[in-house]
T-cell receptor, first 113, second 115 residues
Framework: KQEVTQIPAALSVPEGENLVLNCSFT??????LQWFRQDPGKGLTSLLL?????REQTSGRLNASLDKSSGRSTLYIAASQPGDSATYLC????????????FGQGTELSVKP | GAGVSQTPSNKVTEKGKYVELRCDPI?????LYWYRQSLGQGPEFLIY????????DSGLPNDRFFAVRPEGSVSTLKIQRTERGDSAVYLC?????????????FGPGTRLTVL
């Protein structure tokens, strides 16, 4: 059974700091891995999607890497801003099980001005 | 364009009552997913539709939960004899349908509270 774990559960950093969020998964048979952002009381917004054949994806100040063989992904946020404060969730799409996503519990990020 | 919408945004009901939660996916998206998110947890998969049919309902917790998508667009999640443990945010997502490559687009969710 696929399990997704995110570390740390919560993180507080001063504005301007570079930071890394970690995600690990137990079964490497995945189609892709996605990183989402969730603001309080809101739905999920997709940030980056990495296909299983890819190693990384970049969007603006965000960079996500994928090491499928070791079951790990990292989300790197450069020059953090207070507006980055949110919960970040990673999710994997399991091979041969349609597109359903298995989510981690999330990392709650707070960026202090 | 319009994103995924869900109604109602909040629903408060009493234990034992029946509730329906509605999801309007992005127009043209053939795949539709329902997830449930409890406080402090990541979303958990419930059911997946491809067109009108439920392709995977392995996440439905028991037979009190049922979902339909009769015309391949709007979907309704139905919960019978609600229990306090059903309280959660119910999220709907849609995607164009090519699951190997697609991003899922999520709605804002319906917060269900069972008293």
């Amino acid at each position: 059974k696929q399990e997704v774990t995110q570390i740390p559960a919560a993180l507080s950093v001063p504005e301007g700091e570079n930071l890394v969020l970690n995600c690990s998964f137990t079964d490497s048979a995945i189609y892709n891995l996605q990183w989402f952002r969730q603001d309080p009381g809101k739905g999920l917004t997709s940030l980056l999607l990495i296909q299983s054949s890819q190693r990384e994806q970049t969007s603006g100040r965000l960079n996500a890497s994928l090491d499928k063989s070791s079951g790990r992904s990292t989300l790197y946020i450069a020059a953090s801003q207070p507006g980055d404060s949110a919960t970040y969730l990673c999710a994997v799409s399991i091979y041969n099980q349609g597109g359903k996503l298995i989510f981690g519990q999330g990392t709650e990020l707070s960026v202090k001005p | 364009g319009a994103g995924v919408s869900q109604t109602p945004s909040n629903k408060v009901t009493e234990k034992g009552k029946y509730v329906e939660l509605r999801c309007d996916p992005i127009s043209g998206h053939t795949a539709l997913y329902w997830y449930r998110q409890s406080l402090g947890q990541g979303p958990e998969f419930l059911i997946y539709f491809q067109g009108t049919g439920a392709a995977d309902d392995s996440g439905l917790p028991n037979d009190r939960f049922f979902a339909v998508r009769p015309e391949g667009s709007v979907s309704t999640l139905k919960i019978q004899r609600t229990e306090r443990g059903d309280s959660a945010v119910y999220l709907c997502a849609s995607s164009p349908g090519h699951h190997r490559t697609d991003t899922q687009y999520f709605g804002p969710g319906t917060r269900l509270t069972v008293l």
